[in-house]
T-cell receptor, first 113, second 115 residues
Framework: AQSVTQLGSHVSVSEGALVLLRCNYS??????LFWYVQYPNQGLQLLLK??????LVKGINGFEAEFKKSETSFHLTKPSAHMSDAAEYFC???????????FGSGTRLSIRP | DTAVSQTPKYLVTQMGNDKSIKCEQN?????MYWYKQDSKKFLKIMFS???????INETVPNRFSPKSPDKAHLNLHINSLELGDSAVYFC??????????????FGPGTRLLVL
């Protein structure tokens, strides 16, 4: 069965430090992968998505993610964290249609001053 | 302009009551969804509609009944509310619901608390 696993329900980094949020997928067919962000009391917003065009995907707000088939991973990174990055981040996989997106359990990112 | 809107934003009600949540999208999309997000932030799809036709129903109790009067609206009616229905309900939409790489656009959520 297709699924995504997000390692770490909570990640805390200092402002200016590297952000690394981990996502591993399980899929028997080529997956399409997404990262969504949820700011407090808001709906989800797309950060970036992998659609097989390029393995390194750049998204909004300075985030990027690299698709690594050998590791079945799609980790999200940002070189320098801002206070405004504090939010819940969801990795998601789609493998047959847009209607069949499966979300991970989310990682809450906290930023220390 | 709000792309996907939901009303109400907050809903507090007693067990056993019936309530509805409304969703509207002005993006011209063909497919709309309802998701439930529980207290641990786990997000799970409940229903999806394409051009007013139900295409996904993910083992949701019969007490939940979606209704799509037109492709821009997808409402969620819940009968006989239970404590376990307390959650945040998100509406979303996507262009066709068919292309695997499509982005889904989410509403701000409706926070339902059943007492």
């Amino acid at each position: 069965a297709q699924s995504v696993t997000q390692l770490g329900s909570h990640v805390s980094v200092s402002e200016g430090a590297l952000v690394l949020l981990r996502c591993n997928y399980s899929s028997s067919v080529p997956p399409y992968l997404f990262w969504y962000v949820q700011y407090p009391n808001q709906g989800l917003q797309l950060l970036l998505k992998y659609t097989s065009a390029a393995t390194l995907v750049k998204g909004i707000n300075g985030f990027e993610a690299e698709f690594k088939k050998s590791e079945t991973s799609f980790h999200l990174t940002k070189p320098s964290a801002h206070m405004s990055d504090a939010a819940e981040y969801f990795c998601a996989v789609s493998y047959s249609s847009a209607s069949k997106i499966i979300f991970g359990s989310g990682t809450r990112l906290s930023i220390r001053p | 302009d709000t792309a996907v809107s939901q009303t109400p934003k907050y809903l507090v009600t007693q067990m056993g009551n019936d309530k509805s949540i409304k969703c509207e999208q002005n993006l011209g999309h063909d497919t709309m969804y309802w998701y439930k997000q529980d207290s641990k932030k786990f997000l799970k799809i409940m229903f999806s509609y394409n051009n007013k036709e139900l295409i996904i129903n993910e083992t949701v109790p019969n007490r939940f009944s979606p209704k799509s009067p037109d492709k821009a609206h997808l409402n969620l009616h819940i009968n006989s509310l239970e404590l376990g229905d307390s959650a945040v309900y998100f509406c979303a939409s996507s262009q066709s619901g068919l292309a695997v790489e499509e982005t889904q656009y989410f509403g701000p959520g409706t926070r339902l608390l059943v007492l």
